[in-house]
């Protein structure tokens, strides 16, 4: 199988990503937040890339079953409901809720492949899940790194390193330079994630703020075991193989 990588949203659009599968990484912190809120409960999750329109989407959803999320700088946007940290998507916050979520890197780089093949949203606290469906695929695969500002970001690479790398252990795969870049960031940092994190630009960025344990809780590998999957406009929880067998039978006996 095939498997490509671009660090930055930059330069890649709609067009570029229309009928591709794809695994859109944000580690820091929007693919985080979202795999989060979507374990807690959270209905769906509509990737708005930016706050105008965010804020119409939500004022023609019902009050009770909406919220607004996300961040500008790392922090919650003035007359947000939530901001970007997945600490604040507990259970009893998103249960059942529809989330409007706008962030600076994020939530665009979900928005561009809103005509995807297949859309899926990964980091390191669901990489197994990513890596076992891309092998349940097969084919071609494209991961699309958030990265920051429209610049690389070594979390994102490295992320995408990680789940290349975890594929290779069972298929061959063919990748490019920036996939074959992202394996060796891999392997240099795979020892402490955390530790990377830390270092890395955002990383440092968000604790100065006071995301100390955002850190922690992005760099929990395999903690939230769930693979958010695009329809094009909002991410859902794959169903699993029980919920889907449960509506095919209702199927046969409507
Ligand atoms: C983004 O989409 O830019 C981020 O998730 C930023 C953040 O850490 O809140």
Same mark, same amino acid.
């Given at each position: ?30 693919? $985080?937040?979202?795999? $989060? ?86 980091? !390191? ?91 922690? !809780? ?30 095919s039978s209702?199927q046969i006996s409507?």
């Amino acid at each position: 199988m095939k498997i490509e990588v671009f660090f930055s949203p930059a330069g890649v659009d709609e067009l570029n990503m229309r009928g591709r599968n794809v695994v859109i990484i944000d580690v820091l912190r929007a693919s $985080t937040t979202i795999c $989060t809120a979507l374990r807690n409960g959270a209905r769906e999750i509509i990737p708005v890339p930016d706050i105008e329109n965010a804020t119409k989407i939500s004022a023609n959803l019902s009050s009770d079953s909406r919220l607004l999320g996300g961040e500008r700088q790392g922090k919650r946007i003035d007359g947000f409901d939530l901001g970007n940290s997945p600490l604040e998507y507990t259970p009893e916050r998103v249960h059942n809720k529809t989330i409007i979520f706008t962030t600076t890197n994020g939530a665009g780089a979900m928005y561009k492949c809103r005509y995807a093949a297949l859309a899926l949203v990964g980091t !390191f606290v669901n990489v197994s899940s990513i890596v076992k469906m891309i092998k349940e695929v097969g084919g071609t695969w494209t991961i699309l790194c958030s990265g920051r500002q429209g610049a690389f970001s070594v979390e994102d690479a490295t992320c995408a390193g990680m789940i290349i790398s975890s594929v290779q252990q069972t298929i061959d795969v063919e990748t490019d330079d920036a996939g074959m870049t992202a394996v060796i960031l891999y392997r240099n940092y795979k020892r402490s994630i955390l530790g990377m994190l830390k270092k890395a630009e955002h990383g440092k960025y968000l604790a100065s703020i006071g995301f100390d344990e955002d850190l922690k !809780f992005c760099a929990e590998v395999d903690s939230v075991p769930v693979i958010p999957v695009s329809d094009g406009v909002a991410l859902r929880l794959k169903p699993s193989p029980a919920e889907l067998r449960e509506k095919s039978s209702k199927q046969i006996s409507d």
